[in-house]
């Protein structure tokens, strides 16, 4: 499948806004894409999910202000905190799509700092997918990659494990335009 965004008419339900435009640094041909899926334990208003999503604010804004940030996939231009309800997952389905400059930018922002601490706390607000839940793919500098393409590599990297197509931090890939 063509890693090229679908056209969504702009005011649509199903149209996903960015938080900035793509911009590439000089010289950089493409950018990371990651898409992280996570099942609910629970309704996301309920008390068990309060923290979460008391959260969401605070970590949307340090990853976009972090280095490196390009976009993220936004459900609700009206609450830019809101969770993007899927189209493609199934509703009980929580989906992050973003794309950063590179993998160590990414890595840096979820990994280290305050975002860790929501990692770490994972398992009271979601329940085991039971297969790989994150993946890593290369876009082309000011892509916005659609849930539709992120299924489809997350589908790539569970019944190929990681490829260019489709890698972990773990087993990276260099981007296309790497020397």
């Known amino acids: 499948m063509p890693n090229t965004p679908a056209h969504t008419a702009p005011n649509s339900p199903a149209a996903a806004r960015s938080t900035a435009a793509p911009t590439a640094p000089p010289g950089a041909a493409h950018h990371v894409a990651q898409l992280n899926v996570a099942r609910l334990l629970a309704p996301i208003d309920s008390p068990q999910l309060a923290d979460f999503v ?3 604010h605070k970590i949307n804004l340090l990853a976009e202000s972090s280095p490196g940030f390009v976009w993220r996939l936004i459900g609700d231009e009206t609450d830019r905190d809101a969770t993007y309800v899927p189209t493609v997952f199934d509703a009980d389905v929580l989906v992050n799509l973003s794309v950063w400059e590179d993998v160590d930018s990414l890595w840096e922002f979820a990994y280290r700092g305050p975002h860790l601490e929501y990692l ?3 398992n009271e607000w979601f329940g085991d997918i039971g297969e790989r839940y994150q993946v890593l793919w290369w876009v082309p500098a000011g892509t916005e990659p659609t849930e539709q393409d ?3 590599r997350l589908d790539h990297l569970r019944a190929h494990g990681p490829t260019p197509e489709a890698f972990t931090f773990r087993q ?3 981007a296309p ?3």
Do not use: N
């Open 150 to 152: 992120a299924a489809a």
């Open 172 to 174: 990276r890939y260099p």
């Open 120 to 122: 770490r706390r994972r």
């Open 54 to 56: 008391a959260g969401l």
């Open 177 to 179: 335009d790497a020397a």
